[in-house]
Each structure stands twice: as C-alpha cells, then as structure tokens.
C-alpha cells in the first residue's frame, strides 16, 4: 500500500470548516483513500473513503485532487467533540488486507 | 444495528501470564481483524480471521494468536505476557460487501 504523508497537527476555530490535507503521491490506481479518526482511547471511528471522484456523507467531504497524489478531508463545520487524531490511509480494496495506520494529524477545535 | 463489541475493556494482568480477548463483530460482517496500538508504535495489524480462517498476517511473535468461531465472533490469546504488551487492543469487522473496516471500542491491558 502507498505511504501517506499528513501534518502532525492542526488548530481549527469551533464552526469553522476544517481542511485535512493527505498527500499520498505514490498512490496507484486501484487504491483507495480512507479516512478514519480516533477520539481519544476509543476506537477508531470510518469517516470516508473514494477511489477518484470526490465523495461526500454526512460527516465531511472528501477532495481528490485528479492526479489522485493529494486529497484533503473537510468537516464543514467543525465543533469541540471534532476532536481527534484523523488517519488518512491508501489501499487496495483486495480481501485480507488489512489497514496501514500512520502517526495521523491532531486535529484541535478550538472554542 | 449494533456495533463491534470487545469484551473486557480492560484488563491487568502479571508478566508470564497468559490473556484471551474477545470481539464480536458487527452482526452480518465475516471478517475480523485485530490490532495493537501502544504510544511508541502506534496503530499495528496484528491478524485478520474471515470465515474461521486466519487470512493476513500482521508482524508479532508467534505468542500472539487467534481464532475465529463459526458465527464470527474472534478471540485473541497473548501468551507469556511481557511488559510491552501493554496496550490498546482493537478489533474490526468488515462486511463481504465492503472492505470498510468497523472499530470496536477496544480492550485497554495493563501488564505488570
């Protein structure tokens, strides 16, 4: 799976969106983007993922950019519970494989 | 629908002894994996069972096991405890239609 490369951390105000950025330039064609995020000692919690077109749910939206090295994670409108370490991953969706996690970015929402 | 459920949520144990967690997946899901996340190291996968059978290995001592049952539930078994095994253990589950990974809530152990 392509390596991914995030800040180590962000500050974002409280209502403001936040904007995650993810570069992942060796990225190949049938691999994924995902996003995760983990709120302190809980499990992870599934964000979104998109192979190339950008996707939105009702969390945030996803933005791949069209070469697909870059993509960047929105939460519209960030509140204080936003909180957490976001994890940007790339993978093959092949079964049995598994999830790489990276050091991820801290996100802070900050009142 | 419920969610990944692992069971206890934390656990202290001594060093030598031996450990099962276990994890129920979410209802309909067949795949299980397992990871490890310490402070140091992070995020790692450990295992990952589908259908009774263990189909990816991740890179830990042969101490660490697993198993999976016919209604998909999964246990994890740390023998020999050591120091550095303290830590958060996560389970995930995935449906055959989606390679989209669900978290469970975790199992904290402390090993003194």
């Known amino acids: 799976d392509a390596k991914t490369t995030q800040p180590t951390s962000m500050d974002c105000a409280e209502g403001r969106a936040a904007n995650l950025p993810c570069n992942h330039s060796t990225i190949s064609g049938n691999e994924y983007v995902y996003w995760y995020r983990q709120i302190h000692s809980q499990g992870p919690q599934y964000i979104i993922h998109g192979l190339k077109n950008n996707e939105t749910n009702e969390m945030a939206s996803l933005i791949i950019t069209e070469d697909r090295k870059s993509s960047t994670l929105i939460l519209p409108h960030a509140t204080l519970r936003d909180t957490a370490v976001y994890y940007c991953?790339?993978?093959?969706?092949?079964?049995?494989?598994?999830?790489?996690f990276g050091p991820g970015t801290r996100l802070s929402v900050l009142p | 629908k419920a969610g990944v459920t692992q069971t206890p949520r934390y656990l202290i144990k001594t060093r030598g002894q031996q450990v099962t967690l276990s994890c129920s997946p979410i209802s309909g899901h067949r795949s299980v994996s397992w990871y490890q996340q310490t402070p140091g190291q992070g995020l790692q996968f450990l295992f990952e069972?589908?259908?009774?059978?263990?189909?990816n290995k991740g890179n830990f001592p042969g101490r660490f096991s697993g198993r999976q049952f016919s209604n998909s539930r999964s246990e994890m078994n740390v023998s020999t405890l050591e120091l550095g095994d303290s830590a958060l253990y996560l389970c995930a589950s995935s449906s055959p239609l989606s390679e989209t990974q669900y978290f469970g809530p975790g199992t904290r152990l402390l090993v003194l």
């Open positions: 069972y589908f259908s009774e059978t263990q189909r």
């Open positions: 991953i790339v993978r093959v969706d092949n079964y049995g494989q598994n999830f790489v």
